[in-house]
């Protein structure tokens, strides 16, 4: 059974930064891609950002594109979300995820959850 595990989120003013990462459990972490979804009250979840199982292939939302940065330590299995210049339109229930094999901006394609971290930017 793979377990992720969230951390990092917290409040910060506007402009600010914040570095989420996701601990995985098991060995399925390293032969699989990790991606970042985001979920604000009232709004369905949204795709941010997603890394392939090597590192060589990422994408971003464009709303994220250029502030945000994900990468990952398939040694620590250990994914991160490197958050700058936060707005707040940024605030929502941050989720990591895993699916084998390539990338997908789809939620619906990722197997693996975790329980999620918030993330609250005040103005």
């Known amino acids: 059974q793979v377990q992720l595990v969230e951390s990092g989120g917290g409040m910060v003013q506007a402009g600010g930064s914040l570095r989420l990462s996701c601990a995985a459990s098991?060995?399925?972490?390293?032969?699989?891609?990790m991606a970042w979804f985001r979920q604000a009250p009232g709004k369905e979840r949204s795709f941010v950002a997603t890394?392939?199982?090597?590192?060589?292939?990422?994408y971003y939302a464009d709303s994220v594109k250029g502030r945000f940065t994900i990468s990952r330590d398939n040694a620590k299995n250990t994914g991160y979300l490197q958050m700058n210049s936060l707005k707040p339109e940024d605030t929502a229930e941050y989720y990591c995820?895993?699916?084998?094999?390539?990338?997908?901006?789809?939620?619906?394609?990722?197997?693996?959850w975790g329980q999620g971290t918030q993330v609250t930017v005040s103005s």
């Open positions: 995820a895993l699916r084998p094999l390539t990338t997908s901006r789809a939620s619906s394609d990722y197997q693996y």
């Open positions: 098991g060995r399925t972490f390293e032969v699989s891609t």
């Open positions: 890394i392939n199982i090597s590192g060589t292939t990422i």
